[in-house]
């Protein structure tokens, strides 16, 4: 199907991370020009940058001021930014209850993905709204939706950015005109990180057992639906909405 993207510019916030990576060869794929941020990891953006003809960009998005340079930066080197795919963030790896998680970790986690969320937001609606036209799409988490025990920090912040930031800036860029605000919700995803830390028979199952779809979700598989769901060709008239990509997920084991 065409998707309409081969003159896009997009920018894929945490393009070096496992679905970072995919969502930036998919957007490749399809004749666009992406930018890749990397905040640390800096060998993996400039390796996937180099192979996809894209470029490489760093940047601490907690920070206000590095969130508008990155932008400031993209437009000045190609005169527009189309697409801003805000896939940033942070999982914590222990899991703790919350009694359990301090302030420091509380505030990290929140900071690192609604406050990266919140800048990035920000600063491309600036310059969507600058240019008339744009889409964002936030890449959220089921853990936003139903809850992840260990984990309630980074539900907490996945589900701010779904629900009440998300229905929010749909309804502000209602004023500028064609711009779409949207998200995806990945389930468990078979990441390299995911792969490195162990996957055993155990885990997908539990993993899976509210699943229609009996596996875990692929990179690929959030690649394709954030492509698709960029595409004012395809999902011209889609705004406000979050998309599980999740196999059919009813809710988690605890």
Same mark, same amino acid.
């Given at each position: 199907?065409?998707?309409?993207?081969?003159?896009?510019?997009? %920018?894929?916030?945490?393009?070096?991370?496992?679905?970072?990576?995919? /969502?930036?060869?998919?957007?490749?794929?399809?004749?666009?020009?992406?930018?890749?941020?990397?905040?640390?990891?800096?060998?993996?953006?400039?390796?996937?940058?180099?192979?996809?003809?894209?470029?490489?960009?760093?940047?601490? *998005?907690?920070?206000?001021?590095?969130?508008? $340079?990155?932008?400031?930066?993209?437009?000045?080197?190609?005169?527009? %930014?189309?697409?801003?795919?805000?896939?940033?963030?942070?999982?914590?790896?222990?899991?703790?209850?919350?009694?359990?998680?301090?302030?420091?970790?509380?505030?990290?986690?929140?900071?690192?993905? *609604?406050?990266?969320?919140?800048?990035?937001?920000?600063?491309?609606?600036?310059?969507?709204?600058r240019a008339g036209s744009g889409s964002l799409v936030f890449i959220g988490s089921t853990a936003g939706i139903y809850g992840e025990s260990g984990h309630s920090d980074y539900?907490?912040?996945?589900?701010?950015? +779904? $629900?009440?930031?998300?229905? $929010?800036?749909?309804?502000?860029?209602?004023?500028?005109?064609?711009?779409?605000?949207?998200?995806?919700?990945?389930?468990?995803?078979? +990441?390299? !990180?995911? !792969?490195?830390?162990? /996957?055993?028979?155990?885990?997908?199952?539990?993993?899976?057992?509210?699943?229609?779809?009996?596996?875990?979700?692929?990179?690929?598989?959030?690649?394709?639906?954030?492509? $698709?769901?960029?595409?004012?060709?395809?999902?011209?008239?889609? +705004?406000?909405?979050?998309?599980?990509?999740?196999?059919?997920?009813?809710?988690? %084991?605890?």
């Amino acid at each position: 199907m065409e998707t309409g993207l081969n003159d896009s510019v997009v %920018l894929v916030t945490g393009g070096a991370g496992g679905i970072g990576e995919a /969502i930036c060869r998919a957007f490749a794929s399809e004749g666009s020009q992406v930018v890749v941020h990397y905040h640390e990891s800096s060998e993996n953006a400039e390796k996937i940058a180099k192979e996809i003809g894209g470029l490489p960009i760093k940047a601490d *998005l907690r920070d206000h001021k590095q969130a508008l $340079s990155l932008i400031n930066t993209v437009v000045e080197k190609y005169g527009k %930014l189309d697409i801003c795919i805000a896939n940033a963030g942070y999982y914590p790896p222990e899991s703790l209850p919350l009694w359990d998680i301090d302030n420091d970790r509380w505030n990290e986690v929140i900071s690192s993905n *609604l406050g990266v969320a919140v800048n990035t937001a920000r600063v491309f609606l600036r310059e969507a709204s600058r240019a008339g036209s744009g889409s964002l799409v936030f890449i959220g988490s089921t853990a936003g939706i139903y809850g992840e025990s260990g984990h309630s920090d980074y539900a907490a912040a996945k589900g701010a950015i +779904t $629900s009440g930031l998300l229905m $929010s800036l749909k309804n502000d860029v209602s004023k500028i005109g064609n711009v779409r605000v949207n998200a995806v919700a990945p389930g468990w995803t078979i +990441t390299p !990180k995911k !792969k490195e830390q162990g /996957i055993d028979d155990e885990l997908i199952k539990n993993a899976t057992a509210t699943m229609s779809l009996k596996k875990l979700a692929t990179p690929e598989d959030i690649a394709n639906t954030v492509v $698709s769901i960029s595409s004012d060709l395809i999902s011209g008239h889609i +705004t406000g909405q979050i998309i599980e990509i999740a196999g059919g997920m009813e809710g988690r %084991l605890v």
